[in-house]
């Protein structure tokens, strides 16, 4: 019986000795692929909410920046249509400082959506914060000065490890001078590593600082972009555009650079509370264009009365400067299922009004 156990015992250990290479070669593994997302913060969220979804949910985009020679992993979050006759596809766009998945708003209307036939995309929008930097406090450190004694730049010119046995009276004979380790000198040049061995230097720190410098709606117009490229390489004859809060801004952005190609039918926008400051609606034919066709629905919270006297500036801004196809929604905000069922159906049907199609069909 002792020798049965015996075995047993010996069986496990061998077991565990085998596992434990493999478990540390999975673990160094993890660590590099996870050191790019600790050095950008905004790649770090993203993995986590990654790890949230579904596997075929995750769409990584590739976004390149101007002036930025490597390209930015974005995440995306794709609901594709759940039945048989597809309308078209939707970008969904979250407010500052939210995410792709956000539970308000953005969920709801990328799940329920697809219901009635639409292919949803919610796109990652960039952190707003990042070009804001701390203050510095303390003044800066200009740099180190070591005063080398003669024995020391000797030994450093050399490039060979020698010892020096210093008597008392020798350490008096230079007051002014640093005493310096010249051995410990010696034994990091010897350290240093090849100059022709290949080193591997991880960029990715370098890359967030250089996007520090770019700003926030040149990034987010960026990922936009990238984000109805991909849907239109799903051959999609109709896109939607939702765009949330401040993000609506964004989108007149889109509008203002893209007036001849929205020209054509093809495109529709839903603003949900949007958050448009008057100076844009001074001048708002710089950003619609003349005689602008594409339609637009707004979605109001009714309980807001501020947002109640904004939306009449807008009808009046809208309407002067000629938009044709221009309504306006007004909804009781809340975070209940109902208001996301609500929501959700008003948009379908203002959407088989004004954006009417199916994924397009290439032809032999």
Same mark, same amino acid.
């Given at each position: !019986?002792?020798?049965?156990?015996?075995?047993?015992?010996?069986?496990?250990?061998?077991?565990?000795?085998?596992?434990?290479?493999e478990?540390e070669?999975?673990?160094?593994?993890?660590?590099?692929? =996870?050191?790019?997302?600790?050095?950008?913060?905004?790649?770090?969220?993203?993995? /986590?909410?990654?790890?949230?979804?579904?596997?075929? &949910?995750?769409?990584?985009?590739?976004?390149?920046?101007p002036?930025?020679d490597?390209?930015?992993?974005?995440?995306?979050?794709a609901?594709?249509?759940?039945i /048989?006759?597809?309308?078209?596809?939707?970008?969904?766009?979250?407010?500052? &400082?939210?995410?792709?998945d956000?539970?308000?708003?953005?969920?709801?209307?990328?799940?329920?959506?697809?219901?009635?036939?639409?292919?949803?995309?919610s796109?990652?929008l960039p952190?707003?914060?990042?070009?804001?930097?701390?203050?510095?406090?303390?003044?800066?450190?200009?740099?180190?000065?070591?005063?080398?004694?003669?024995?020391?730049?000797m030994? *450093?010119d050399s490039?060979?490890?020698?010892?020096?046995e210093?008597?008392?009276?020798?350490?008096? !004979?230079?007051?002014?001078?640093?005493?310096?380790?010249?051995?410990?000198?010696?034994?990091?040049?010897?350290?240093?590593?090849?100059?022709?061995e290949s080193?591997?230097?991880? *960029?990715? /720190?370098a890359?967030?600082?250089?996007?520090?410098?770019?700003?926030y709606?040149?990034?987010?117009?960026?990922?936009? =972009?990238?984000?109805?490229?991909?849907?239109?390489s799903?051959?999609?004859?109709?896109?939607?555009?939702?765009?949330?809060?401040?993000?609506v801004?964004?989108a *007149?952005?889109?509008?203002?650079?893209?007036?001849?190609?929205?020209?054509?039918?093809?495109?529709?926008?839903?603003?949900? &509370?949007?958050?448009?400051?008057?100076?844009?609606?001074?001048?708002?034919?710089?950003?619609l264009?003349?005689?602008?066709?594409?339609?637009?629905? =707004?979605?109001?919270?009714?309980?807001?009365?501020? /947002?109640?006297?904004q939306?009449?500036?807008? =009808?009046?801004?809208?309407?002067?400067?000629?938009?044709?196809?221009?309504?306006?929604l007004?909804?009781?905000?809340?975070?209940?299922?109902?208001?996301? &069922?609500? #929501?959700?159906?008003?948009?379908?049907?203002? #959407?088989?009004?004004h954006?009417?199609?199916?994924?397009?069909?290439t032809?032999?």
């Amino acid at each position: !019986m002792q020798k049965r156990v015996l075995v047993l015992v010996l069986f496990f250990l061998m077991g565990a000795l085998n596992a434990a290479p493999e478990q540390e070669t999975t673990s160094i593994q993890a660590q590099n692929s =996870e050191r790019p997302a600790y050095l950008d913060p905004e790649l770090k969220k993203q993995l /986590a909410l990654a790890d949230t979804l579904k596997e075929h &949910e995750i769409v990584w985009l590739d976004v390149s920046y101007p002036n930025s020679d490597q390209p930015q992993k974005t995440l995306a979050i794709a609901h594709p249509s759940l039945i /048989a006759k597809e309308q078209g596809a939707i970008l969904l766009i979250h407010d500052k &400082e939210q995410h792709a998945d956000w539970p308000q708003i953005i969920r709801p209307l990328r799940q329920i959506l697809p219901e009635a036939g639409w292919f949803t995309l919610s796109v990652s929008l960039p952190d707003d914060t990042r070009i804001k930097l701390p203050e510095r406090r303390l003044p800066a450190k200009v740099f180190d000065q070591v005063i080398l004694s003669d024995n020391l730049k000797m030994n *450093l010119d050399s490039g060979q490890r020698t010892r020096e046995e210093s008597s008392p009276e020798d350490k008096t !004979m230079a007051p002014n001078d640093t005493a310096v380790d010249a051995q410990a000198i010696n034994e990091n040049v010897e350290e240093s590593p090849d100059p022709d061995e290949s080193v591997d230097i991880n *960029l990715a /720190a370098a890359q967030a600082q250089d996007q520090n410098k770019i700003p926030y709606e040149v990034r987010a117009l960026s990922h936009i =972009e990238t984000a109805l490229d991909y849907l239109k390489s799903k051959n999609y004859q109709n896109i939607v555009i939702i765009a949330h809060r401040n993000s609506v801004v964004l989108a *007149l952005h889109y509008i203002k650079a893209r007036q001849n190609e929205l020209a054509t039918p093809g495109f529709s926008f839903v603003f949900i &509370e949007p958050l448009v400051d008057d100076t844009y609606l001074l001048n708002l034919t710089d950003w619609l264009g003349e005689s602008f066709n594409t339609p637009i629905l =707004e979605v109001i919270n009714r309980s807001n009365a501020e /947002a109640n006297e904004q939306a009449k500036s807008r =009808e009046f801004a809208m309407h002067r400067v000629g938009v044709q196809a221009f309504r306006q929604l007004f909804l009781t905000m809340s975070n209940s299922e109902v208001f996301n &069922e609500t #929501l959700s159906r008003r948009v379908k049907l203002w #959407l088989d009004v004004h954006a009417q199609g199916e994924i397009a069909t290439t032809t032999p």
